[in-house]
């Protein structure tokens, strides 16, 4: 942290420190930088399930063509570690500030390079291999993202606050998913479909660098924690990656799995149903797309509400609760969205989004809860990471896989499982409300 002089009353120069980050400047940078780097996540989730299958990879069946999008839109899921595990690196030992500021020029030019790239019919099979590119990169870069966002927000909250704190981050999804779709909506509305699926889907893709300059701006005004200022001082140790997994490799399989259900049932709900609705069952691209606008807004109130209750209660208890819930939605997967009633498909995509931000919102205090200041980076990030590999990477695919095999209510299984599999998992952790970073 920089010093600067200034004059006592004696005469004598005595230093004085920067100031330090202030909570709204926390909470502005945290929940900012989330909103931009989901907001181009889910762009390309949108485009996935509408337009990607067409416009990259033409010749094959309908059912193929969604196939292979979903494919690449998993992808970036697969990058996320690695992405973890670099920017984690320099971020346990150099900073979280100048990390963060890497995480998001790396997603936002891979996010406008999506935009500009020419579809199958104009370069031939060097589209699809650019655009899983591009995909990786995106990985790369929210791999990068949510850990630092977590730590900003968590190693600069008041005591006793961290879960509301660690709540902006988890904010940043449902505004960039409102902000996504909102604007594929008003895209669809102004434009004919032909336009749409010519060129009005790549305009979201160059909005991107919009978004990217504002969200560099706010978090070049941070300074760095006094919890990572305080851990610089310390002799280094080894690579945090080493240390993370010879010493810390229980908490880090803890997280990991206490937020499969998170994913799952946020992508099954909004990137398998979008598909699923408009192909399947006919409704209107646009109609649905101003449903999940309306549901987001239930998530984006549910995870206040779970962060304040986590403050007052514990991580624990909120955590289990939520997914005793997610196994209820799950279960009522099928009979919802199979009545094909807008109505009812809007019941089950509120009370889905209801679940995600109920689940999702502790995540931002107990992943970097769970670990040490010189390894929590790496470790949160690593964690959140590899559960988008096994909760969400495969989700609209096995979804769509197992609609063919048994129906729908085998998705809604799927949604079970994946609960059951976090509610095991949370079991077994310790309640991190009281620990000290």
Excluded at 8 to 15: F, K, L, N, R
Excluded at 300 to 312: E, F, H, N, W, Y
Excluded at 363 to 368: E, H, K, N, S, V
Aim: proline share 5%; net charge positive.
């Amino acid at each position: 942290m920089t010093t600067d002089t200034v004059s006592s009353a004696a005469g004598v120069d005595t230093p004085r420190r920067a100031p330090a980050n202030t909570p709204r400047r926390v909470m502005i940078a945290s929940l900012a930088g989330t909103t931009i780097e989901f907001y181009d996540f889910y762009i390309f989730a949108t485009a996935a399930a509408l337009v990607i299958g067409p416009t990259f990879f033409p010749g094959e069946s309908s059912q193929m063509q969604v196939l292979a999008a979903f494919m690449s839109f998993g992808l970036a899921f697969v990058a996320r570690p690695v992405g973890s595990l670099l920017f984690g690196h320099f971020g346990d030992r150099i900073g979280r500030k100048s990390t963060l500021v890497a995480s998001l020029v790396l997603m936002g030019g891979a996010t406008v390079g999506i935009g500009l790239l020419p579809g199958y019919e104009s370069i031939g099979i060097g589209a699809p291999i650019l655009l899983c590119v591009f995909r990786l990169c995106q990985g790369l870069g929210i791999g990068g993202e949510w850990g630092g966002a977590a730590l900003l927000a968590t190693e600069n909250a008041p005591r006793g606050r961290r879960a509301f704190f660690g709540m902006f981050p988890q904010l940043g999804p449902s505004l960039g998913f409102l902000l996504a779709n909102g604007v594929f909506l008003v895209i669809l509305l102004s434009i004919s479909d032909e336009a749409f699926m010519a060129w009005g889907w790549r305009i979201p893709f160059l909005l991107s660098a919009v978004l990217v300059v504002i969200g560099l701006y706010v978090r070049t005004t941070l300074v760095e924690s006094e919890v990572f200022n305080r851990e610089q001082q310390k002799p280094p140790g080894r690579a945090p990656m080493i240390e993370l997994l010879r010493d810390h490799r229980a908490p880090l399989l803890q997280g990991t799995l206490a937020m499969v259900a998170c994913y799952a049932i946020f992508y099954i709900t909004t990137v398998f149903t979008l598909n699923y609705a408009t192909q399947t069952q006919g409704i209107d691209r646009g109609t649905f797309l101003g449903m999940l606008c309306f549901a987001i807004i239930f998530m984006a109130v549910a995870t206040p509400l779970s962060a304040l209750a986590c403050d007052r209660f514990g991580r624990k208890p909120v955590i289990i609760s939520g997914l005793v819930f997610t196994m209820l939605v799950g279960l009522l997967l099928a009979p919802l969205i199979s009545s094909a009633s807008t109505p009812l498909t809007l019941l089950f995509l509120c009370l889905g989004l209801t679940a995600m931000g109920w689940i999702y919102a502790p995540m931002g205090a107990l992943l970097p809860e769970l670990l040490p200041t010189r390894v929590r980076y790496s470790g949160a990030g690593v964690a959140y990471s590899l559960a988008g590999i096994l909760g969400a990477s495969l989700a609209p695919y096995a979804a769509q896989w197992l609609v063919g095999q048994g129906g729908l209510s085998w998705v809604g299984y799927y949604i079970v499982g994946m609960a059951m599999l976090s509610l095991v998992a949370m079991l077994t952790v310790r309640e991190t409300r009281d620990n000290t970073l």
